[in-house]
């Protein structure tokens, strides 16, 4: 019979397969058990063994088939104690709005000369970008780089918007722009193991209800079939919800 293949949320044969560093951190806990979240974060803080403030990941498996257009899953939220990284936003806008931009903490801020140059660099040096709707004809030059790499804004995420200044004031505060990927699941970094347990449990409460609430209407059956937390190269521990 042939060997089933592995995956992060149902781990075989693990202690063959990782570093050391991994395979000491995962006799903490049983990776066949399920924990409840406050369980969880304690794990996920003891098998944390890298000497930097590892981000910690929730891991959430859908039963989506996304190859359905009605079955992607996207939504924002805004984390209440944030990620635990800073930001850098780029603002695509029209000149009476760079100010606006700059004030409210955008890095790079313009409009038809950064398209360009973006046009010529293929290269996007931030981590989320917000634009005027007066501006988005001229995006498309740069659509495709922009969406290989998750950055083109979009109205469902309320990164076009007219109101630009409160909508990098919201990223920079916490809000976070979720979608699955093409296997239909959400990875997303929900704090730093620095972070106090309470807060991180706050913010994976707050991911986990934006992904119900955001169920597809094409979905079918089951929605949110498992869910895992993980601290940078620790080991994925599967919560109760």
């Given at each position: 019979m042939q060997e089933a293949k592995t995956s992060r949320f149902e781990p075989q044969n693990i202690m063959k397969k990782r570093s050391k560093r991994y395979n000491n951190s995962i006799h903490e806990l049983n990776l066949k058990n399920t924990y409840s979240l406050d369980e969880a974060l304690d794990l996920v803080k003891k098998t944390s063994t890298v000497k930097f403030d590892a981000s910690v990941e929730a891991h959430i498996k859908l039963g989506l088939d996304t190859k359905q257009s009605d079955q992607v899953m996207r939504t924002a939220v805004t984390l209440p104690h944030g990620t635990g990284k800073k930001l850098k936003i780029a603002a695509f806008v029209t000149p009476g709005k760079e100010a606006e931009a700059k004030k409210a903490g955008a890095e790079l801020v313009g409009g038809a000369e950064l398209?360009?140059?973006i046009k010529t660099s293929q290269k996007l040096d931030?981590?989320?970008?917000?634009?005027?709707?007066?501006?988005?004809?001229?995006?498309?030059?740069?659509a495709k780089v922009l969406g290989q790499q998750g950055k083109m804004p979009s109205p469902k995420t309320?990164?076009?918007?007219?109101?630009?200044?409160?909508?990098?004031?919201?990223?920079a505060g916490g809000k976070i722009n979720v979608k699955?990927?093409?296997?239909?699941?959400?990875?997303?970094?929900?704090?730093?193991?620095s972070y106090d347990a309470q807060k991180l449990k706050e913010n994976i409460v707050a991911?986990?209800?934006?992904?119900?609430?955001?169920?597809?209407?094409g979905g079918k059956?089951?929605?949110?079939?498992?869910?895992?937390?993980?601290?940078?190269?620790g080991p994925g521990i599967k919560i109760r919800f």
């Open positions: 398209i360009e140059e931030f981590d989320i970008a917000v634009a005027e709707p007066a501006i988005m004809r001229d995006l498309a030059k740069i309320g990164t076009v918007t007219p109101n630009i200044g409160a909508a990098i004031k919201d990223l699955t990927d093409d296997a239909g699941n959400v990875h997303q970094v929900v704090g730093k193991v991911l986990i209800e934006s992904v119900k609430s955001a169920k597809p209407k059956g089951d929605y949110i079939t498992n869910v895992s937390i993980a601290s940078s190269m």
